[in-house]
């Protein structure tokens, strides 16, 4: 029941008293607040090296506010190692997607899904 209600918060408005920022950001992301998903992630000291997750909802509101220029920018300028994670190569997935580059984007969903199938929460 717990497990529940915690997903359940996320989608009210009113709780925005959340303390985990990756919860926060998926719950900002769930409710389609990408404005304030991108606010609370530049507002955030050292982007480059945030965690890897705070990175991959960021990305994706980029993403789906059609700032993509702005997303493969900040993609690419995070490692090499760090770009190869299964979470940015699904990024560069939805970036080629919104390209209209089928063939990148296949590549990216294929390379992503099997280093890890599982993690998209």
């Known amino acids: 029941m ?4 915690k997903y359940l918060d996320m989608f009210d408005s009113e709780k925005d008293k959340i303390e ?3 919860d926060l950001c998926r719950s900002f992301f ?23 997750q705070l990175q991959y909802w960021y990305l994706m509101s980029l993403i789906k506010t059609n700032r993509q220029k702005e997303c493969i ?31 990148s984007a296949t590549d990216n969903f ?9 993690f998209i929460e």
């Open 20 to 22: 985990n920022p990756i």
């Open 73 to 103: 920018l900040f993609l690419s300028s995070l490692s090499k190692d760090r770009q190869q994670t299964p979470q940015l190569l699904y990024i560069k997935g939805m970036y080629y997607l919104k390209q209209l580059d089928f063939q």
């Open 30 to 52: 769930m409710r389609r607040a990408f404005h304030r998903l991108i606010a609370f992630f530049e507002t955030l000291p050292n982007q480059q090296t945030q965690d890897l």
């Open 110 to 118: 294929v390379h992503s899904f099997q280093k890890d199938p599982f």
């Open 2 to 5: 717990e497990f529940a209600q």
